[in-house]
């Protein structure tokens, strides 16, 4: 069966400092990961997915099919990079799997 | 352009009692999805439809129906509310599939079933 594991529920850094919000996975097909965002008071939104192979907003993420990880990761927070962070596993044609999320705090 | 809204934003239900939850979409998108976040869970999809007249199961469809009957309408509809059934619901819209678009969420139904 699937399954989308974020293992930190909260994470906070100070602002400046790097970033990763974890995601491993555990899919039995052709994996393909999203990674979503909601901001405070906002709706949930699409960040980036891993075909795309972009980086929006400064964040990356590479997915690494031996170790089954496909990890947000920011170099240098920035304030507003607080907001609730979740990774999804499309299976299927229009099954988007989700985790659990992160909570990330930037402190100022 | 109001994107996808949902309607109503809050709703108390008394065991066994139905409902529908409306989403609309103003963008022309082909495809619409139900999905429910309980506290502390990622969002699980309960149906879709990838156009109008069409409905599809997603991972947790039962106790639950849907419609598609105009292209920017998915109706959700709960016929004998659970508790287990208490949760927030969002409605999403793409142009195509995940795979292939993006897809736009709505701002979510908080449904309680007492």
């Known amino acids: 069966a699937q399954r989308v594991t974020q293992p930190e529920k909260l994470l906070s850094v100070f602002k400046g400092a790097p970033v990763e919000l974890k995601c491993n996975y555990s899919y039995s097909g052709s994996p393909e990961l999203f990674w979503y965002v909601q901001y405070s008071r906002q709706r949930l939104q699409l960040l980036l997915r891993h075909i795309s192979r972009e980086s929006i907003k400064g964040f990356t993420a590479d997915l690494n099919k031996g170790e089954t990880s496909f990890h947000l990761k920011k170099p240098f927070a920035q304030e507003e990079d607080s907001a609730m962070y979740y990774c999804a596993l499309l299976t299927g044609a229009n099954n988007l799997f989700f985790g659990t999320g992160t909570r990330l705090t930037v402190i100022p | 352009n109001a994107g996808v809204t949902q309607t109503p934003k809050f709703r108390v239900l008394k065991t066994g009692q139905s409902m529908t939850l409306l989403c609309a979409q103003d963008m022309n998108h082909e495809y619409m999805y139900w999905y429910r976040q309980d506290p502390g869970m990622g969002l699980r999809l309960i149906h879709y439809s990838v156009g109008e007249g069409t409905t599809a199961k ?37 142009i195509q599939g995940i795979g292939t678009d993006t897809q736009y969420f709505g701002p979510g139904t908080r449904l309680t079933v007492l």
């Open chain 2, 58 to 94: 997603g991972e947790v469809p039962d106790g639950y129906n849907v419609s598609r009957l105009k292209k920017q309408n998915f109706l959700l509809g709960l016929e004998s509310a659970a508790p287990s059934q208490t949760s927030v619901y969002f409605c999403a819209s793409s």
